[in-house]
């Protein structure tokens, strides 16, 4: 972890041969009506506006994932915020669990869609007319 965080930036590369790997990675996109226009194969959209409600069974599900990455449009606020209240739940209901590496990915949805949004195999619903602008 750097700077004390209860998680580290990950650049979408590192990620990649996970995505979709259920086992291997579990990706949370937390955006909230921009989820819209495409997500990352096998996300689980939990919108950042009842993150708080549904934390403790994110998890309680995932708990023996290796790795969690979350993410929003640009991961500035809402994916970092998720991440850090993830990682000190976990901690306070499974103190003794095998350690996780949480993530928040860099660049948001927003960087990855421009890079792979054509890429069926790593996107999932996308729509290229929402993105362009």
């Known amino acids: 972890m750097s700077f004390g965080l209860p998680?580290?930036?990950?650049n979408d590369k590192e990620i990649l041969s996970h995505i979709g790997k259920p086992a291997e990675l579990l990706v949370v996109d937390v955006?909230?009506?921009d989820f819209?226009?495409?997500h990352i194969k096998g996300c689980q959209n939990v919108p950042s506006n009842s993150f708080l409600d549904s934390v403790h069974e994110l998890v309680k599900q995932?708990?023996?994932?290796?790795?969690v990455v979350f993410h929003c449009a640009l991961s500035q606020s809402r994916g970092p915020k998720a991440a850090?209240?993830?990682?000190?739940?976990?901690q306070d209901l499974l103190p003794n669990a095998k350690?996780?590496?949480?993530?928040?990915?860099?660049g948001g949805f927003t960087q990855f869609q421009a890079k792979y949004g054509?890429?069926?195999?790593?996107?999932e619903n996308y729509r290229k007319e929402l993105?362009?602008?």
């Open 7 to 10: 998680y580290r930036y990950v």
């Open 118 to 123: 054509t890429d069926k195999d790593l996107v």
């Open 99 to 106: 350690e996780q590496d949480v993530m928040v990915l860099r």
């Open 31 to 33: 955006r909230d009506s």
């Open 62 to 67: 995932n708990e023996s994932v290796p790795r």
């Open 131 to 133: 993105w362009d602008c």
């Open 36 to 38: 819209i226009g495409g």
């Open 84 to 90: 850090r209240i993830y990682a000190e739940s976990r």
